[in-house]
């Protein structure tokens, strides 16, 4: 039986959807490989050094959809990796400038320097389009997010769980009212999320959350304080 193509909100140039394609493909390939023997031996953080552990492609179409209809001008990304999430952030800030007013950024943020060049040889391979838009911070999120923050539209959560908490306290006093907060894996990763989960979910937080059914789960939180 054929399968049904469904409608991507990406409207993309035919050489940035190969490059989605590619990427998006190299990082599954990478995800069925790992060896959770290796993982222990190595430890976490040596085994996912080259390891791109990229947004799903129908989460990362999502939070692009989202984007525009929030039109987010500012987000934050928690955790770039080799920038794959990053192209539909950017992707949708400047289609969200075009279409309005103002400027628009994607801070990135990633603490391996080889990621964050790789992520750069991407984003040139997209074109002016995005680079523009993007601003990479290189380091410890806890430090490169602590100063400089503009008003927030949208949060990507994609960073390694047991810091993701500390990092939404970072980002929270420049949430606009209104802001999303997207958390990967919360279903997957829940016993991993269980601090970040308490502290939105709590009674009274002031996130409203909702659990998407994406493969291990999707949160989606809106900040109304
Ligand atoms: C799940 S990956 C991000 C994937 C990316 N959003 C994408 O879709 O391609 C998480 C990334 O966070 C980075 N990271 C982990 N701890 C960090 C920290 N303290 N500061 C900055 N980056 C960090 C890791 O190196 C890793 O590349």
Request: with cysteine; net charge negative; proline share 6%.
């Amino acid at each position: 039986m054929a399968s049904i193509q469904y409608p991507s909100p990406v409207k993309a140039p035919p050489h940035v959807v190969s490059l989605l394609d590619r990427l998006h493909q190299l990082s599954r390939t990478q995800e069925d490989a790992v060896d959770t023997q290796e993982v222990e031996a190595q430890g976490f953080d040596n085994y996912m050094r080259d390891k791109f552990i990229a947004l799903d492609r129908d989460k990362a179409e999502f939070v692009y959809q989202l984007a525009r209809a929030i039109n987010a001008k500012t987000i934050v990304e928690a955790g770039t990796s080799f920038g794959v999430s990053t192209i539909y952030l950017a992707l949708a800030v400047s289609r969200n400038v075009t279409a309005g007013t103002g400027p628009g950024v994607v801070i990135a943020t990633e603490n391996e320097k080889t990621k964050a060049d790789k992520a750069r040889e991407h984003w040139k391979e997209v074109g002016d389009e995005i680079t523009g838009c993007i601003q990479l911070r290189e380091g410890d999120i806890l430090q490169t997010l602590k100063h400089d923050l503009p008003d927030v539209d949208l949060l990507l959560l994609d960073i390694w769980a047991p810091i993701a908490l500390s990092v939404l306290k970072l980002v929270q006093p420049r949430l606009r009212r209104g802001a999303v907060v997207i958390a990967d894996n919360t279903i997957g990763a829940a016993p991993k999320y269980k601090d970040l989960l308490a502290y939105m979910r709590a009674p009274d937080s002031p996130f409203t959350n909702l659990t998407l059914p994406y493969s291990k789960g999707l949160e989606l939180s809106v900040y109304l304080p």
